[in-house]
């Protein structure tokens, strides 16, 4: 099946910097998403992007699918982002269902 | 807005025992999916739906069966809970109209706890 690799899979920063989740994965897919999994559980969607870049306030997103990796970028993050993200793929079968990654564990210290 | 609900957000059960975990979605998508995640083995897909009555296996299905009777509605049966679902569940959905598939939306999850 197809390979989904995060990195780092751990990360601590001071509130205010900025940082850069990079995912690869082994295949070619339909769909991308990176998602931020908060203390509760629950899987917010922050981007779904098969190809190109999108931005949403300090938050945005870029996927080269011909090379296969998207890059996740926090800008003057808040102890609020702290959680794990993770990235998701579709891969280009019809299975319609999603392989995960094992996820970046960012923490934000204030 | 999406909206995916699922039945409990704590479960506790016994082994042995017959459990019913329901999700539903009101946007009127085909695809619903659930899923479990574990500390060290991540997200795996244990069944999928792309339509009413219709079913498919993912990775790992074993101990487990779904029913889906109606477009809105994907329930997950452990037919005899063990120990070894101890999870957090998680049920999803997507549309895939005009062929093109399109971003998932989670429910809540349950953390189910077997006794």
């Known amino acids: ?68 990796y998207s890059l996740l970028y926090i800008s003057s993050s808040q102890t609020t982002d702290s959680g794990v993200y993770f990235c998701a793929v579709e891969r280009n079968t019809g299975r319609r269902a999603l392989t995960f990654g094992s996820g970046t564990r960012l923490q934000v210290q204030p | 807005d999406v909206k995916v609900t699922q039945s409990s957000r704590y479960l506790v059960k016994r ?36 339509d009413v009555k219709m079913k498919e296996k993912g990775d790992i299905p074993e101990g487990y069966s779904v029913s889906r009777e109606k477009k809105e509605r994907f329930s997950l049966i452990l037919e005899s809970a063990s120990t070894n679902q101890t999870s957090m569940y998680l049920c999803a959905s997507s549309t895939s109209r005009g062929g093109d598939s399109y971003e998932q939306f989670f429910g809540p999850g349950t953390r189910l706890t077997v006794l």
């Not at chain 1, 295949?27 to 949403?56: A, C, E, M, R």
């Open chain 2, 15 to 50: 082994t042995g025992e017959k459990v019913f975990l329901e999700c539903v979605q009101d946007m009127d998508h085909e695809n619903m999916f659930w899923y479990r995640q574990d500390p060290g083995l991540g997200l795996r897909l244990i069944y999928f739906s792309y």
């Open chain 1, 1 to 68: 099946g197809i390979q989904v690799e995060q990195s780092p899979p751990d990360l601590i920063l001071q509130e205010g910097a900025n940082s850069t989740l990079r995912c690869n994965f082994s295949d070619s897919v339909n769909n991308l998403q990176w998602f931020h999994q908060n203390p509760w559980g629950q899987l917010i969607n922050l981007f779904y992007i098969p190809s190109g870049t999108k931005q949403n306030g300090r938050l945005s997103a870029t996927t080269v699918a011909t090379e296969r």
